[in-house]
């Protein structure tokens, strides 16, 4: 059974499309997080929710809207895509208390 | 959150000890040194943390300087398998933190 699973695995749009990425985890954490790794291979936190409150926004335009319908999904909405938004998502999870992140396959979003 | 210092790529001959080094000389009383890797393509994969004491498991072995300002994280017998990017990265272990991945050390595992 995958721990953290993402979907889709691959996504090709194009420009000013709105997409959606999904992530469960069957962990049982309390913790979520979206990643974001640009073509230079940098790893960056995007966002964190806890119990399906938002605790952690970094900045990230406002067409970048997480959603978290219970503890175990958070979902990623991406607006009026641009082509700056091709990266892979990663998705994680962790217990509370933790920072030991367990990632998803990640999402490899390529806007055309 | 203390940031890190690694050297930016690393060599390792399969079979023997891969020794990887991270500095972190800001380091907090309450961070705690975690280490990740990520295979190409692949989401990254906990390793192992610690906070002042060595560590081991089933993966590696993280050491800690006393003075906490700096670690090493040691594959025992690398595999052609373990070539990744490792990062270290410090951070509270709480829910309001997120990891702060840096470059990372690239290690090549060469047969």
């Known amino acids: 059974d995958t721990a953290v699973s993402q979907t889709p695995k691959y996504l090709v749009t194009q420009m000013g499309n709105d997409k959606s990425i999904k992530c469960e985890q069957n962990l049982g954490h309390d913790t979520m997080y979206w990643y974001k790794q640009d073509s230079k291979k940098f790893l960056k936190i995007m966002f964190s929710?806890?119990?399906?409150?938002?605790?952690i926004n970094e900045t990230v335009p406002n067409r970048f809207s997480p959603k978290s319908p219970d503890k175990a999904h958070l979902n990623l909405h991406i607006n009026s895509l641009e082509l700056g938004d091709s990266a892979v998502y990663f998705c994680?999870?962790?217990?509370?208390?933790?920072?030991?992140?367990?990632f998803g396959q990640g999402t490899r979003l390529t806007v055309v | 959150d203390a940031k890190t210092t690694q050297p930016p790529s690393m060599d390792c001959a399969e079979g023997r000890a891969a020794n990887l080094p991270c500095n972190h000389s800001t380091i907090s009383g309450n961070e705690y040194v975690y280490w990740y890797r990520q295979i190409h393509s692949q989401g990254p994969q906990y390793i192992i943390h610690?906070?002042?004491n060595n560590e081991t498991n089933e993966m590696a072995s993280l050491i800690i300087t006393e003075d906490r300002k700096s670690s090493t994280l040691i594959l025992p017998h690398a595999t052609l398998r373990d070539t990744a990017v490792y990062y270290c990265?410090?951070?509270?272990?709480?829910?309001?933190?997120?990891?702060?991945f840096g470059k990372g050390t690239s290690l090549l595992v060469t047969p």
């Open positions: 610690g906070l002042k």
């Open positions: 929710y806890n119990n399906k409150e938002l605790i």
């Open positions: 994680a999870s962790s217990q509370e208390g933790t920072v030991k992140a367990f």
């Open positions: 990265i410090v951070s509270y272990s709480n829910s309001g933190y997120a990891l702060n």
